[in-house]
């Protein structure tokens, strides 16, 4: 079998690829973004018909935090669109039978009962923070589901929750919020800094998953038989949560990153920041019931990550300040 893997380069296509790799598949294909232009329809094109692969595994995307989703909507609604339609769409007009487009949490709406079952999408309005992101990324999920109600394909989606762990994103403006938190704790303790301040109230409730259990789930969702996965899902609902089906809130996050990074100060809340979500919560049972659950431990998997960083720091890899 030949897989393309789709941003081999960032952190879930990354642990994907050293998957693919450990199992021992022999034939892989990537690109870089300078390589292959993915918001490129000809160039997509050109490179379906020349690879020919046999399953795609889209991991590319734009991501980020709230600060970077509140200030850069066009692109996240543009870049993530013209992504799944150029891959998608040129995967098919090439021939590929499997693909697994990866999505996010934040596709489901901002007031869904929690935790969020597969059957609450499009029930709701979204949070108006991600908005366009979470449009691009229901359009892929309905993407997958068109081509395989109109062309016989077997096109799956998994929805994660907040992932984390080695390959993140650990830029101080533009990550997510737990390589920030990381960051900024780390910068706090290695300055003496008294206070470390946070945005919003700290009450907000978080998911989190090591990218490692995402790319062993993304594989398990993808080698399942048609049969179970048809017996799982339905042709209008297809996509499966992965998580781990607990949460903590962002105080409780900030004081577990404070004590693993060594920071002795004051954690300040600046509630004139947004919260985001209060709370978003995966349902997990569709994917258990299929056999699969999480197996890393949020401690454990900070700490990894951040003697990661901390190695990233060393060699350069991650820069400073």
């Given at each position: 079998m030949k897989y393309y893997v789709a941003g081999h380069r960032g952190m879930v296509g990354g642990a994907i690829l050293r998957r693919l790799q450990a199992r021992g598949e022999a034939e892989i294909v990537t690109r870089t973004s300078a390589e292959l232009d993915l918001t490129d329809q000809a160039a997509v094109r050109a490179f379906m018909e020349a690879e020919r692969p046999d399953v795609v595994i889209l991991a590319a995307a734009k991501v980020g935090g709230i600060h970077a989703n509140n200030t850069y909507p066009a692109q996240f609604i543009y870049e993530n669109l013209m992504i799944e339609c150029?891959?998608?769409?040129?995967?098919?007009a090439a021939g590929v039978q499997r693909l697994l487009q990866l999505g996010s949490s934040c596709i489901y709406p901002r007031e869904a009962a929690q935790p969020m079952r597969e059957d609450a999408l499009l029930t709701g309005v979204l949070e108006p923070t991600n908005e366009p992101y979470a449009v691009a990324k229901i359009?892929?999920?309905k993407l997958c589901e068109s081509y395989n109600r109109q062309y016989g394909r077997d096109y799956r989606s998994v929805m994660p929750t907040?992932?984390?762990g080695p390959g993140d994103n650990f830029h101080p403006e533009?990550?997510?919020v737990l390589p920030a938190l990381i960051r900024r704790f780390h910068e706090a303790a290695q300055a003496g800094a008294e206070e470390v301040v946070l945005w919003g109230t700290g009450k907000p409730m978080r998911e989190f998953l090591h990218v490692d259990d995402m790319a062993e789930a993304s594989l398990f969702?993808?080698?399942?038989?048609a049969e179970t996965y048809a017996a799982n899902t339905e042709p209008m609902l297809s996509h499966i949560n992965v998580g781990t089906g607990t949460d903590v809130t962002i105080r409780e996050l900030a004081d577990m990153v404070a004590e693993i990074t060594g920071f002795g100060g004051r954690i300040v809340q600046d509630i004139s920041k947004p919260d985001g979500t209060m709370k978003k919560l995966m349902d997990v049972s569709r994917l258990a019931e299929m056999g699969w659950r999480a197996r890393i431990?949020?401690?454990?998997?900070?700490?990894?990550?951040?003697?990661w960083f901390l190695d990233g720091l060393k060699t350069g890899t991650i820069r400073a300040k």
């Open positions: 150029n891959v998608i769409h040129q995967a098919h359009a892929g999920i907040n992932l984390y533009n990550s997510h969702v993808l080698d399942l038989d431990d949020l401690r454990d998997g900070i700490e990894s990550t951040y003697a």
